[in-house]
C-alpha cells in the first residue's frame, strides 16, 4: 500500500558528502526540496533525482519555511547568509561548530526574525538514511520548532533533542566525539606496542574488543562519582595503585621502542591527583582526576 501522505517541503543550503546524503534522503521519503550550493555542478545530480535547484542562498530560504545548513563552517554559514531574509524561517544548522558559535549563531537567527535550532551529527555520510546504523542528530535551541519539524528531522537519522540552550548539540557532539579519540589512541598504543612481535593485529583485535566493553562500566561509575562528589566509597582499584602500575606500562613501551605520549598525558593527570594529597586522594577511584581537567 502506498503512502500518499504529503511530505513538508524544506530547503537545504550545502551539498558537500554529507549535505548531498541528507539530500538524496529527504527526496527519496518524498519530501519537497530546494537545493542550493556554491559549486553549482555539485547540483546537478540532485535536480536528476527531483531536487530544485536555486541560483543563492537567498533563493533557495525564500522557497520554504524549513531551512537546513550544511556548510564547512560557522564563518561560512554567516557568508551564505549575509544579507538574506529569515525573517519567519525555521533555521536548522547543522554545520560543525563550537557551544559559543552555537550560541551567537542562535542569537544572530533570532535577531533576524527566525527561530534557530544547531545540531551535531553523529554519523558519517553513509550511515545517513541507514537506520541500523545507529546513526543520529542531536538537536538543542527552539523547542517549538524542532517539536514542529521534527517528522522532516528524524528521515535522515535519529533525532535527540538534548535543551534549549543552543550550544548543546555541539557540546553533546564534541564531548562524545572527545571519548572516540581517547579511545582510539589507546587502541593504537596497543596495537604499536605488539607491533613487530609474534601477535598479529587480527589475533589482538578480539581481545582489544572484549577489553574495551569490559571497561565501559567507567561510564556510568565517573558519572555516579561526579554527581555523588564520593570518589572513595566502593572503590577496586584505587587511584594509588594505577599510579604505582603506571611505571611498567610506561617502561613497557620505552622496552617495545614506542612512544608513550598518547598514553603520557592522562598518566601524569593520575600522579598530579595522587601528588596533591596522597592521604587525601590514594584511596580514590580514577574518576576523581576529572575534577582537574576544569581546575586549570
Do not use: L, M, Q
Given at each position: 500500500m502506498t503512502d500518499n501522505t504529503p511530505r513538508n517541503p524544506l530547503t537545504l543550503l550545502g551539498l558537500g558528502d554529507m549535505g548531498t546524503a541528507l539530500?538524496?534522503?529527504w527526496l527519496a521519503a518524498g519530501h519537497p526540496l530546494t537545493v542550493w550550493n556554491r559549486t553549482a555542478a555539485k547540483a546537478e545530480a540532485l535536480a536528476a533525482e527531483g531536487a530544485v535547484v536555486a541560483a543563492s542562498p537567498a533563493g533557495a530560504v525564500a522557497a520554504n519555511a524549513l531551512v537546513v545548513v550544511c556548510l564547512l563552517d560557522d564563518p561560512t554559514v554567516g557568508s551564505a547568509l549575509d544579507g538574506v531574509d529569515l525573517t519567519g524561517k525555521d533555521l536548522v544548522n547543522l554545520t560543525t561548530g563550537t557551544p559559543a558559535e552555537g550560541r551567537a549563531r542562535a542569537a544572530?537567527?533570532?535577531?533576524r526574525g527566525a527561530r534557530f535550532v544547531d545540531g551535531g551529527i553523529m554519523a558519517t555520510p553513509t550511515m545517513i538514511g541507514v537506520p541500523e546504523a545507529g546513526g543520529y542528530v542531536f538537536y538543542s535551541g527552539s523547542r517549538a520548532l524542532f517539536d514542529a519539524h521534527r517528522s522532516a528531522l528524524e528521515v535522515p537519522a535519529g533525532a535527540r533533542f538534548v535543551g534549549e540552550d543552543p550550544g548543546h548539540a555541539a557540546l553533546?557532539?564534541?564531548a562524545l566525539l572527545s571519548a572516540m579519540w581517547g579511545m582510539f589512541a589507546?587502541?593504537?598504543q596497543a596495537y604499536a606496542l605488539t607491533e613487530g612481535e609474534d601477535i598479529a593485529p587480527k589475533d589482538l583485535a578480539p581481545l582489544l574488543s572484549e577489553w574495551l566493553g569490559a571497561m565501559?562500566?567507567?561510564v556510568g561509575n565517573a558519572a555516579e562519582r561526579l554527581t555523588s562528589r564520593d570518589f572513595t566509597s566502593g572503590v577496586v582499584s584505587n587511584l594509588a595503585m594505577q599510579v604505582a602500575g603506571s611505571g611498567t606500562m610506561l617502561r613497557t613501551a620505552e622496552e617495545q621502542g614506542v612512544s608513550t605520549e598518547l598514553v603520557a598525558p592522562y598518566v601524569d593527570l593520575l600522579r598530579r591527583r595522587l601528588a596533591a594529597d596522597p592521604a587525601a586522594h590514594g584511596g580514590e577511584d580514577?574518576?576523581?582526576?576529572?575534577t582537574l581537567l576544569r581546575a586549570r
Open positions: 539530500a538524496r534522503t544572530w537567527a533570532e535577531a553533546h557532539d564534541v589507546g587502541i593504537s565501559g562500566f567507567f580514577t574518576a576523581g582526576a576529572i
